[in-house]
């Protein structure tokens, strides 16, 4: 059993900041890319930003420049960061693990998501 936990949602003026947590625990051995999704209202989800093991970025070009993503693995934690956030951020934000290993043998690979935290920019 391996959940992902997000925390950090709220209600933010536009041009205000963010920082979304996402706690992954359970039947760990290892995580690969950890990622953020989003959903609007009436929308589908959408990649957000995306960080390998190793660290590598990938963001969705209307976030570059004003989100960011980190990921601390000996805590199996990932963050985003955003600021400079607009109205049309609001969504339903996702955490993603995209392949996590588990801990007990014969080891599995599973996608992991979880639940989802609300971010709505308005004034």
């Known amino acids: 059993q391996v959940q992902l936990v997000e925390s950090g949602g709220g209600l933010v003026q536009p041009r205000g900041s963010l920082r979304l947590s996402c706690a992954a625990s359970?039947?760990?051995?290892?995580?690969?890319?950890m990622g953020w999704y989003r959903q609007a209202p009436g929308k589908q989800r959408e990649l957000v930003a995306v960080i390998t093991s190793s660290g590598s970025t990938n963001y969705a070009d209307s976030v570059k420049g004003r989100f960011t993503i980190s990921r601390v693995n000996a805590k199996n934690m990932v963050y985003l960061q955003m600021n400079s956030l607009k109205p049309e951020d609001t969504a339903v934000y996702y955490c993603n693990a995209a392949t996590v290993v588990t801990n007990s043998l014969p080891r599995a690979h599973l996608e992991v998501w979880g639940q989802g935290t609300l971010v709505t920019v308005s004034s």
């Open positions: 359970g039947n760990i051995f290892s995580i690969g890319a």
